[in-house]
């Protein structure tokens, strides 16, 4: 089994539709980010936790809100979803206080689709 | 703020040649220098980090890459390209904050592997 899961792996919606994005992760990580990717943009950070009670907004925050629910979970929402919401994104996590390499562990992605 | 920037947006290599992919960042601050590596259809594996002391780093799958500090450039090579390194491959530079890391990427390289 992924230490970081995704579910779900691809998801086809429509404009204005709320759309929740989740994560767990097995590694026992304090640490968890979520990312989206866009051809030729790479990977933009959109929020990242640092702890259970500790949430910061990355790079591109807006439209996006997420909740961490215990140390292993950490979802992502999309309160109204519009087009060009439509990426790839991945949950990741580093490591917890005094135990972390900074490198970011990866889940395998969701394809998401607004129409 | 961080920055990374790839200045090539694909690059095609015959297979035995060897591979520079360029990697130019802005961080003012000590920088955390991360490679990774997207297969196709697959989530994102680190290839190497660099944190501080020896400039030239190796990393898995006989990757390795050079930090020059006066160019804020850190270089991924391979001497000689193999088919199954096509991929995308992105540089990511990471800071420490209180709390944990915060690591931005850039846009990407895809390396084509010709026969």
């Known amino acids: 089994d992924a230490d970081v899961t995704q579910t779900p792996r691809n998801r086809i919606t429509k404009t204005g539709k709320r759309i929740m994005l989740e994560c767990s992760q097995t590694k026992g990580h304090d640490r968890m980010y979520w990312y989206r990717q866009d051809p030729g943009l790479g990977l933009r950070l959109i929020y990242y936790?640092?702890?259970?009670?500790?949430?910061n907004k990355g790079e591109i925050s807006d439209g996006y809100s997420v909740s961490r629910q215990a140390q292993a979970k950490f979802s992502l929402s999309l309160e109204s979803a519009i087009p060009n919401q439509t990426a790839l994104y991945f949950c990741?996590?580093?490591?917890?206080?005094?135990?972390?390499?900074?490198?970011?562990?990866f889940g395998e992605g969701s394809r998401l689709t607004v129409l | 703020a961080q920055s990374v920037t790839q200045p090539d947006i694909h690059i095609t290599v015959s297979e035995g040649a060897s591979l520079e992919l360029r990697c130019n960042y802005s961080?003012?601050?000590?920088?955390?220098l991360f490679w990774y590596v997207q297969s196709p259809g697959q989530g994102l594996q680190l290839l190497l980090k660099y944190f501080s002391g020896d400039t030239l780093v190796q990393g898995i799958k006989g990757f390795e890459a050079e930090f020059k500090r006066s160019q804020s450039s850190f270089n991924l090579r391979k001497p000689s390209v193999h088919w199954s390194d096509a991929a995308e491959y992105f540089c990511a530079v990471g800071s420490l904050l209180t709390g944990g890391f915060k690591t931005i990427f850039g846009a990407g390289t895809r390396l084509f592997v010709k026969a």
């Open positions: 936790s640092f702890d259970v009670k500790d949430i």
């Open positions: 961080y003012g601050a000590t920088p955390y």
């Open positions: 990741a996590t580093t490591g917890t206080s005094g135990r972390d390499t900074g490198e970011l562990f």
